[in-house]
């Protein structure tokens, strides 16, 4: 039950890679737990993995939860340092288990609040001109979805908002989709 999966992404590429990483190596050391290698493997990648973790979410002017972030780090690897081969299955077990909670409980903490855009995104959260399509429904629309995305975010406890979000965004899209395929030939583009 314990094996990456889609609903485990932070979408940060280097650190989802790393992550599914971090899962196959604790596979390895549940299938061979006589295997110093594996057990070693295991200690640097976690290490190096929080490291950088560490790196990229402490110096984040958005995310603001790094000593507490990282003291679960710790508690984590000072018992992961500690295990020795062979390695007991109920220590794979805490350990598999316990990577998948920190991502769900904590690493999603910071999901869409870190620095590592690779392209310009406004601060704060609000439409810019330089984002015009030159089409005044669908700049009108992007207006209210900036809105809606940023009043989302800012209150993720709030269903309707949420709500509103989503019947925006489908709106918006069903509309923009619907003028798309009014190009000749574009239905063939329109699949993606």
């Not at 507490?68 to 690897?77: A, G, I, L, P, T």
């Amino acid at each position: 039950p314990y094996n990456w999966e889609d609903s485990l992404e932070v979408f940060y590429h280097r650190l989802d890679d790393e992550h599914k990483q971090l899962f196959d190596h604790l596979r390895e050391v549940g299938h061979t737990p006589e295997s110093t290698q594996h057990l070693s493997d295991l200690k640097f990648k976690m290490r190096t993995h929080f490291d950088y973790e560490r790196g990229f979410f402490c110096n984040s002017e958005t995310y603001h939860d790094c000593e507490e972030h990282s003291k679960k780090h710790e508690v984590f690897y000072k018992r992961l340092y500690a295990m020795e081969n062979p390695v007991p299955a109920e220590e794979v077990n805490w350990a598999k288990n316990w990577l998948v909670q920190h991502i769900k409980n904590t690493d999603f903490q910071y999901k869409f609040k870190l620095n590592t855009y690779s392209h310009e995104v406004p601060r704060p959260y609000v439409w810019q001109p330089y984002l015009e399509v030159y089409y005044k429904r669908l700049d009108d629309e992007h207006v209210i979805l900036f809105d809606a995305i940023r009043d989302s975010v800012e209150h993720p406890e709030d269903q309707a908002k949420y709500d509103y979000l989503y019947k925006v965004m489908v709106d918006h899209f069903e509309y923009e989709q619907s003028e798309f395929l009014k190009i000749p030939n574009f239905d063939e583009y329109s699949q993606d």
